[in-house]
């Protein structure tokens, strides 16, 4: 490249500038609104100039608008409500005073709502010191909640703070002693992935709006586990109550 000169942008291509000695680059993605959803278009601005050298008449400025590779349409990405685990434990502590229970007891309690199913299985049993901890920690995975939410008989769309969407009867299924709530986290995952198709987004685009990386998305199809906020940003994103995705299970 001759010195001086601005990059060849047809030799390097959209995507790829010189970052040369003497060169500054500055790139940025600027996202236009058109009717509710915003088009993704790339504006580089490049600043020509000698790299300590003062600003003069021999720099000069250029912007060039570059076409994506593909056109990307998304949806208008929203704030997502949180799951207040706070909130969770206050209920579950309100609840265990009210009847006389220690952490040890209620954790027995919370165990016990699956007797003929934990004597099928050789599961440990809830720990009451972990339960006790729950407000410290300040997160819990999405099938623990399901303890307590069932004790309670409070649905998770109750401890959800922030703008949280109307997505209708938000009652858990009823659970009999020989079975457990659980997520369907392999479900949720196919909702999830024909919701991305519809709209046109990648995983990253997906995850980007879900505040996660796009590996807690895609492993969500093996999964049995994950974290409870990120189960309900989830539904809340997909328009569903947490109860379409939770139902009886023998494990």
């Given amino acids: 490249m001759t010195r001086g000169r601005p990059p060849n942008r047809a030799r390097n291509g959209h995507d790829h500038l010189i970052r040369s000695i003497g060169w500054t680059v500055q790139a940025c993605l600027i996202r236009a609104a058109t009717s509710g959803c915003f088009r993704a278009c790339r504006c580089v601005r490049v600043t020509v100039g000698r790299v300590g050298s003062s600003a003069d008449s021999s720099s000069r400025l250029a912007e060039l608008f570059l076409v994506p590779p593909r056109s990307v349409m998304l949806t208008r990405v929203r704030d997502l409500p949180v799951f207040d685990c706070g909130a969770l434990f206050s209920a579950l502590d309100a609840q265990r005073r009210d009847r006389g229970l220690d952490w040890w007891a209620l954790a ?110 895609t492993n969500l199809r093996k999964a049995r586990f994950a974290d409870m906020d990120l189960a309900m940003r989830i539904t809340q994103w997909l328009g569903q109550p947490a109860a379409a995705f939770i139902h009886p299970a023998q494990w």
């Fill in 108 to 217: 027995a309690e919370l165990w016990q709502q699956s007797s003929e199913l934990n004597a099928q299985r050789t599961d440990h049993p809830l720990c009451g010191g972990a339960i006790a901890r729950l407000q410290k920690r300040g997160a819990t995975s999405c099938q623990y909640a399901l303890f307590m939410l069932r004790w309670l008989r409070r649905a998770p769309e109750d401890f959800l703070t922030g703008p949280v969407a109307d997505v209708g009867d938000v009652a858990l299924p009823e659970a009999g002693s020989g079975s457990r709530l659980r997520w369907d986290l392999k479900q949720a995952h196919a909702a999830l992935n024909e919701d991305r198709r519809a709209r046109d987004l990648t995983w990253a685009e997906l995850a980007h709006e879900l505040n996660c990386t796009p590996s807690r998305l």
